[in-house]
């Protein structure tokens, strides 16, 4: 099992290969995405017609929610790397939810992740 951080899903979405690839040699049956992922998925739909094949995209991951106790990672992610490095917050909430899950990453941001402790990161 893993997480993809939305740029995964951009990249699937205009049919890129080489993520198609190695989305194959992860060897799952199950993806999952945050929440967050959804919405910064979504916010970039063009028109209606976008909105519903972003969608029918969407359809095929299981969409985790936000909860108290990832909040709570969340949370304590940014008080420890706040100063330090300057973390997103979309990035944090879904890195939180992977720590939660106990779930690897599969990013192409490796630099937005790299400093978070714990967490197993999947590039590309």
């Known amino acids: 099992m893993v997480i993809f951080d939305t740029n995964i ?7 890129n ?5 190695e989305i194959e040699r992860i060897n799952t049956n199950v993806f999952y995405i945050s929440s967050i992922t959804v919405a910064e998925f979504m916010v970039g739909a063009k028109d209606k017609a976008d ?5 029918k995209q969407l359809s095929k991951y299981t969409a985790i929610p936000i909860n108290t106790d990832i ?3 969340f949370i304590d992610l940014f008080k420890m790397l706040t ?3 300057r973390p997103g ?3 944090t909430l879904i890195a939180a939810t992977a720590l939660y899950y ?3 990453l599969y990013t192409y941001n490796k630099k937005h992740f790299q400093f978070i ?5 999947i590039t590309p």
């Open 83 to 85: 100063l330090s490095h």
């Open 51 to 55: 909105l519903k094949r972003i969608e």
């Open 117 to 121: 402790p714990g967490l197993e990161l």
């Open 89 to 91: 917050i979309a990035d």
């Open 17 to 21: 290969l080489a993520v198609k690839e």
């Open 71 to 73: 909040t709570e990672i």
């Open 9 to 15: 899903l951009i990249e699937l979405y205009r049919g």
């Open 102 to 104: 106990h779930l690897p």
